[in-house]
């Protein structure tokens, strides 16, 4: 028969085992806050056109080097181009009732206003402004962890569970986003990272 001794270590190693099993469940629900992102969209540019010296009897034809065309009295038009990426443009314009016709290379990575140096009686000037919608996906990783909170560093932040999320930005810049992770015991974890979206 045990004594009482033998009794007493059995069941404190039982208790202390017992312990360390809580505790290293405990450690394993720690959450590790985890995310990647992808970022798309196409950039809308506004281009104002205005020809220099403008005739008030005359048309022009503008070609604006994506397909688009305008015949029109106005000497002063404006043209939206979306892309992707930069890229320049063939603008032509052409006066009614002449032979005159003008083509410059236009290029949507310079945002300004852009005017000849030597101006001819077609030459035109031109302003390029642009917004920039950008979609980004954010790819939620983390481990050990129930609920997630986003902070896309515009203001804005955003409770979900979903493995993946959308969020749109309506500008380029520098952005610094936040996803919160919490786990059943309501430990946290935050992970962060810049985010630059760039016309």
Known sequence: MRNIS????IVTIALLFASCTKDTAKQQQVPVANFS???SGKALYKVDFAVISPSTTSKYFW??????TLYDTASAVTHYYVTDDHQSYNVSVAKSNTNDTLTKTISLSEIGTFSPQQPTPLSFKYTVTASAPYNVIFLNSSTNAVNFTWNFGDNTSAASNATSIVHTYS???????????TSTN?????ATTTLTLTL
């Open 6 to 9: 033998t009794i007493f270590r």
């Open 37 to 39: 992102y992808s970022a």
């Open 63 to 68: 070609h604006f080097g994506n397909g688009a």
């Open 171 to 181: 500008q380029s810049g520098v952005y610094q986003v936040r996803l919160i992770a």
């Open 186 to 190: 309501g430990i946290s974890d935050t």
